[in-house]
Every structure is written in C-alpha cells, then in structure tokens.
C-alpha cells in the first residue's frame, strides 16, 4: 500500500541552521495497517506524515502510495488518495462555511470541481446520516457556520470529511493535541469507529504513549529522522508505557554517550 | 437651500452608486470571498473605460465596448493572479505591479490622456432613443445601472453557489483544507481575481459611458471607495441571510457612500478634499473593529 524507501528530508541546506528532519527513512505499510507513531520533539513525526502529503519535498528517495509514484506529485494532485486530520482544529475546516458545504467540498476530494450545484438534495440526507453516527446534534445544524462549533466539534468534522471518500491513507497528525482530554476519547474513539467500519489504512502520530499503544496494530518510534523501533501483532499488545519510556531513555543514553 | 436641489443630488448620487457598485461587487470578491486586497482595479478600472472609450471612437458598438473591456480587466486580474501565485509575490506588491503596468498601457490604449465621447453612441443615449418617455438622464442610468447590477448579482449567486464556486470562497477561508482535499488553491485565485477584475473594469466602462469621456486617472482610489462601499454595506446590513442578500448590501454600500459624498459635498467640502474624507471614512471603518475589542472588555470587578 504505502512504500517509502531511502526518503531524506533536510532544512536549511548549507546554513548554518542545516536540521536533517528524515535521514534514510524506510516504511512499509500494508493495507488496512493502522500505525501510531512517537518520538520525540523533533523526531521527524510531522515532516514525514507532511512528506507523505506532499506538503514538503522529499531531497532523495522514494514515495509510493497505491502503485502510483507520488515522490513529486504536487500537494492538492496526491490529495485525491489522502485523508487528513491536522492538529489545528481550525486548519481542516473553512469556518465562515455551513457544516454541509464542508461536507460537499470533502466529498469531492480529487474530483474535478465543474460549475454543477455545490450540494445536491440526495447528498444532503446522506450527509445528515452520517452527521447522527458522530452524535453530536450536528444533524439539526446543517447549515450553521462551521467557525461556530467547538475544537472538538469541528476535528470530528474534519474526521468525518477525510473519511467521506475512502482514502488510501488517512495520515492524523497529533489530531487530539488541541482537545481537552474528555474530547480527546471521544475524538479517538471516532477515529478508531471509523478507522475499523472502512478499514482504513491509517498513520497516526500522537505525543500520547498510552494512546499509541492503545490504538492500531502496529507502533513506530522516531528518533533523529529514523524509525529505531517498529512492533506489531501480539508484541505490541503486551507493550507498556514503561517498555516505550526504556526505549526512549536506550536512545537518548546512546546519543549523549556517542558525542 | 431648498429640498429640491438636495433630492436631485440624491438620485444623482443613488444612479451613480449602483454603477460604481458593479466595481464594488468586483472588489468584494477578491477583499471579502478571496482576502487578498487587490490594488489591481486601480489600474483595470481605468482600463475598462479606456478601452470602452477607445471603441466607441472607433464606431464599435458601446454594448460590444463593454463586453471587451469586461475580457481585458478579466486578464488583468489573472496576470496579478499569477505573479502572486506563481511567482510567489506578496499580494499586495503583485496587485502594485499590474496597477503601475496598467497606467501606461491604459495610455498607450487611448494614445492621449483623456477621450472625450461628445456626440457618440452610448449605452445611455441608446436607451434614450428606446425609452423617449423617460427625460431624466439620471433615472435612465438607474435603470440601465440597476439591470446591470441584477444580473451580474444573478449570475455571482449561481457561481459561488457551483462546485468550483464553493472551493473559490473555501479558498479564501482555509487554504490549507481546500489544498488537502485535492483543490490546486493557485488556481481558485487565479479564477477569483479574473471575476473581480472583469467586473471593476466593467463598472469603469460604464461610468465612462455616462460621464461621457475617460482619463488615464479616473481610476485613482477605486481601491478605497470600493472598500469603503463594502464596509459602510457591511455595516448597515450586517451579515445576515444568503449570499445575494450580502451581494446586494455590497451594492447598496456603494449607493450609500455616493449619497454621503453627495451630502458633504452639498455642505461644503471641496472637490478637492474627497479622496482625503474617503481616506478618513475607511480607516475609521477599519478601526471600528480594534477600537470595539479594546475599549468595550467587560472589566474583571475586583
């Protein structure tokens, strides 16, 4: 499904700020894998989720997703096979819009936008239908402004909206991180709903250990641009935040002890 | 002063509104549905009346006139469109360059400075011959104006209602999302710009038509009357209802900024101070909504 090989990402080349993000990075997923990544600050979580979006481009390697090469296919092309959620609640939804015409423009994702009427009568029950399986009364709000619900309202909508059209990836980066932690469950437990009913290919980062090893049936931790530890299967469901806070401490020990 | 010369002034001012409003709805599009404040219909203003003008001298028809000047300004906007997108040039700088590119080619369109259109055809003194029953020159303009204005409203409500209309005004909202979920954002730009200019330099053909003659620098502050119409529309109207309700209000702003102009010129003002009480009544405008958060906080009672 998604194939990264010998991907690179560097900032600042030749100054004095030079930051290597992903060094070497290699990734399988296949389909219907539902991986949560950690690591650190600056690990290279987000770059390479953003690598994957097209939001940066890659300095060397290789990205294949569904059998297409999309190593340097623009950002809004690759987004016709991409679902995402982004930390910023305010970031996946135009907020001076109505809830349905949100709606209307995710489910077109990698369409051709043609001068036919934005949202369709039978699209709006639908859409309705679906607005019920969040439970959150956004049903009988079809048309309110989208800028006027909560952060947590508004990620369950951008969940929902990534999710319309079946994507071949659904990247989440640190999609709770906003949310207070009551809201945050109940995000997760959306996105785990979601994730299962289609099941969704999906890569999840979060800064929540107990999350990463809650949710999904595989685990990366990132450290420096590498993936320095990958579990999955049984291996990861014995996995305790203890085990995760080892791993870490392993990795930091060794850095300052190589320098 | 008697009430007459007042009332006149006023109708004179309402005709005046509406077709300056057509600019104004041009201005809306790329201020309010894009946020990209676009100094181009500085320049594409005076090149619609430029060209009209030009054409009318040269015996095309004044309808076909503006049809053309309608395309010139269209392609104004998209050259701004894609030194901004393309070329990554800040919004403002980019609207610059096609404003200062414009002042020349506009003369080098009409070859002199100012065209005047004494004794030539115009839209206006067409629908004289039609309507003979109607003396006022300044009732015909509100009726040929008001056409106008109810049409392009039509068809703005039927675009940003469509598909790629909606991701036009997502696009001026969120760029991030309409990127994500698969929209080329450079080109909503490109498209959005294309409108409002289309339509700014519409409005300056007609306003050239009725004033009779075009000059190289009638577009002079189309950028802060324009804001000035949406803003005062804004804020009379508020932001209720539908989308052609808000088309409508923006049309309206216009009208109520030329009664104002009207007023203050009938109490005194010289011509030559406009600009400067333009100036003034959008920056105070502007202001409100910093001035409001600032001083009406509710105090925290210790």
Known sequence: MLYIENLYKVFNIGTINEKRALVDLNLHIKKGGFVTVIGGNGAGKSTLLNMIAGVYMPEKGKIVLAGQDITRMPEYKRAALLGRVFQDPMRGTAADMEIIENLAIAARRGKKRTLKWGVTKQEKEQYVEYLKMLDLGLENRIHTKVGLLSGGQRQALTLLMATLREPELLLLDEHTAALDPKTAVKVLQLTEELVTKNNLTTLMITHNMKDAIRFGNRLIMMHEGKIIYDVSGEEKKKLTVADLLDKFENVSDRMLLSK | ?302
């Open chain 2, 1 to 302: 002063m008697g009430i007459l010369p007042i009332l006149l002034s006023i109708q004179s001012a309402v005709s005046q509104g509406i077709l300056w409003g057509i600019m104004t709805l041009g201005v809306y599009i790329s201020y309010k549905i894009l946020d990209y404040a676009d100094l181009t219909v500085e320049g594409s203003f005076a090149l619609g009346g430029a060209v009209t003008a030009v054409l009318i001298i040269n015996g095309w028809s004044p309808m076909l006139s503006l049809f053309v000047a309608l395309l010139l300004g269209m392609v104004a906007g998209m050259v701004t469109g894609f030194l901004n997108t393309k070329f990554k040039i800040p919004a403002i700088l980019s609207g610059i360059l096609s404003m200062i590119a414009l002042y020349s080619i506009n003369l080098s369109i009409m070859g002199k400075a100012n065209i005047a259109l004494l004794g030539k055809e115009t839209i206006f003194t067409q629908a004289q011959k039609w309507f003979s029953m109607i003396t006022d020159k300044s009732v015909l303009s509100l009726i040929i104006g008001s056409v106008f204005v109810i049409i392009i409203i039509a068809i703005l409500y039927w675009f940003f209602g469509t598909e790629l209309g909606s991701v036009i005004r997502a696009t001026g909202n969120n760029e991030y999302m309409v990127r994500a979920l698969g929209v080329n954002t450079d080109r909503m730009k490109i498209i959005g710009l294309f409108l409002s200019n289309g339509l700014v330099a519409l409005s300056g053909g007609l306003i050239a038509q009725n004033q009779g003659y075009a000059d190289v620098g009638m577009g002079t502050g189309t950028i802060v009357i324009g804001l000035a119409s949406v803003i005062i529309g804004e804020v009379i109207f508020g932001r209720r209802f539908n989308f052609a309700y808000k088309l409508f209000s923006v049309v309206a702003g216009s009208v109520i900024y030329r009664i104002i102009i009207a007023a203050v010129l009938q109490m005194g003002l010289k011509t030559t101070n406009l600009k400067l009480f333009t100036a003034i009544i959008v920056a105070i405008a502007l202001a409100i909504p910093a001035m409001k958060e600032k001083y009406s906080k509710p105090k925290l009672d210790i």
